[in-house]
């Protein structure tokens, strides 16, 4: 059994465990938070390097023989996947150590901090759909505690609107699952693989497809069932909403793509027709939404939406560049998303609010910010030479190539528009004279930032500086996304790992 296949999940259950046997002691908690999330890291990255010289990699648990028993599986997507999800897990710990109240700690923040991290990697690693609900719930309770922690009434609104949506789509997931096994009697993904290509009743199949379709397009916000992520990724603390931003529903993403590559590609014109036009639809309606606010979370949230429009934009192209480009804009994504999540908490630090209007003076109070801000906003848009730029003409190449015109005028006004609303916080928050209430912006008259402030700006920095490497030495990312969408467009190499036969 490669150990490296259990290590993403080993490594925060270990980390959640020992931080419950410390409970009495924040410092221990805060010290074990750290080196989970750095442990996560290594592990993560060692496994991508494994995958990429040995190729993809498959463990059975206890001795059982696929397709009977439980399967972990990593091919270069699921572990570009968890190596992304240390890096996030790493920058949002070193966050927390200053931006969590001492009371979200006493109960539980750091155990269910780690829990969230098992619950993400499990669900890249699952190699059977069941266990990917498994995982899924496995998030859902960690990331519902998460949201309501603290107990405000801002934060109960959302999180009620959080699990009750996402309860609805894990019911359908299940009803899906249950459907599908009922037809053909396995749900690893693998064995599925081959056994729905010889299925009889393609109408039936299609009806399940579409419910996968729904029920995962719910947990990553696709139009029209987005509502619930700006109702809610605002409320609680910016910790937590950096990390749902950076990886929830990419979690989402994630499973539409393994599906609808692997699995649900018998009727091809109608399934990925039908993700092409939510696409263009999630970017529109996301965007417009983003540039109505005038609430830095809220804006970013609304981002969320949009830019998961791209993300299956390639998935609906269905050819190996759109695929590349998709895993590309995922990473990219990822780690802009966090990061603007992350700068928006030391906006708070500083101003006292996340409401636009009330902000000013940053850029004169706090130049570093500002060009910290900068950066991963301008990702979001798509500016050169950073990482966004890389990922949208990726998604645009593979457009023409396909010859979907309207899609590809769509995403570049989305990027238009992405870039508008960018502008309005900058001039807001960071161009515009401070406001003259000194209430307002407390710590403007501070010179000298604590201790806290720089534990703020360490992950802020190292994120922004990923950003730049990544658009500036795009290859190696490229190459890493091309093999990858080469491995989900021909599954026979992952049939072949998983199962050992043909």
Not at 224 to 252: D, N, R
Request: proline share 4%.
């Amino acid at each position: 059994m490669n150990i490296l296949l259990i290590l993403p999940v080993l490594v925060p259950l270990t980390a959640a465990v020992l931080c419950m046997l410390a409970w009495n002691s924040l410092r221990v908690q805060r010290i074990l938070n750290v080196m989970g999330a750095t442990l996560l890291l290594v592990s993560g990255l060692l496994l991508l390097r494994s995958i990429w010289q040995n190729g993809i990699q498959a463990a059975q648990m206890n001795a059982w023989p696929a397709p009977f028993g439980i399967t972990l599986v990593a091919d270069l997507f699921s572990a570009m996947m968890v190596g992304i999800t240390g890096v996030i897990g790493i920058a949002v710990a070193v966050y927390s150590l200053a931006t969590i109240d001492r009371e979200r700690e006493r109960f539980g923040y750091y155990p269910l901090f780690h829990i969230l991290l098992m619950g993400v990697c499990g669900a890249f690693l699952t190699g059977d759909l069941f266990n990917l609900y498994v995982w899924f719930e496995v998030m859902l309770m960690a990331s519902f505690v998460l949201m309501a922690l603290g107990g405000e009434r801002a934060q109960m609104e959302g999180a009620i609107k959080y699990v009750t949506i996402n309860l609805v789509a894990s019911a359908m997931f299940l009803a899906a699952v249950g459907m599908l096994y009922g037809i053909v009697g396995t749900l690893n993904m693998a064995d599925l693989a081959q056994k729905l290509r010889a299925a009889p009743r393609m109408d039936l199949l299609t009806t399940i497809a579409i419910l996968f379709l729904v029920a995962f397009g719910i947990k990553a916000a696709v139009f029209p069932l987005f509502f619930w992520l700006p109702a809610s990724y605002h409320t609680p603390p910016v910790a937590v909403s950096a990390i749902f931003a950076g990886l929830l529903t990419k979690v989402g993403v994630y499973a539409l793509i393994r599906v609808f590559t692997l699995l649900f590609v018998q009727d091809v014109a109608y399934t990925h027709t039908l993700i092409l036009a939510l696409a263009g639809l999630t970017m529109i309606t996301g965007v417009l939404g983003a540039v109505a606010q005038n609430e830095f979370r809220r804006i970013l949230s609304f981002h969320i939406v949009s830019q998961i429009g791209y993300m299956i934009f390639g998935l609906g192209l269905f050819t190996t560049t759109a695929l590349a480009g998709s895993i590309f804009y995922i990473v990219h994504h990822i780690i802009v998303k966090t990061n603007l999540f992350l700068v928006s908490g030391v906006v708070h630090r500083i101003g006292g609010t996340y409401e636009l209007k009330k902000l000013g003076g940053l850029y004169s109070a706090r130049p570093a910010l500002s060009i910290l801000f900068l950066i991963p906003a301008l990702s979001l848009a798509g500016l050169p030479p950073l990482s966004g730029f890389v990922a949208k003409f990726t998604l645009v190449r593979a457009g023409l190539e396909s010859q979907s015109y309207v899609l590809v005028a769509t995403a570049l006004a989305v990027g238009l528009l992405t870039l508008f609303s960018m502008t309005k916080i900058w001039a807001e928050a960071f161009w515009k004279e401070a406001p003259a209430s000194l209430e307002v912006m407390p710590a403007l008259s501070s010179s000298e930032p604590d201790v806290s402030y720089w534990l703020l700006i360490l992950p802020i920095a190292s994120l922004a500086l990923i950003t730049i490497l990544i658009g500036l030495a795009a290859e190696p990312i490229y190459v890493l996304a091309s093999r990858a969408a080469q491995q989900l467009i021909d599954p026979a190499e992952y049939i072949q790992a998983v199962l050992g036969r043909r």
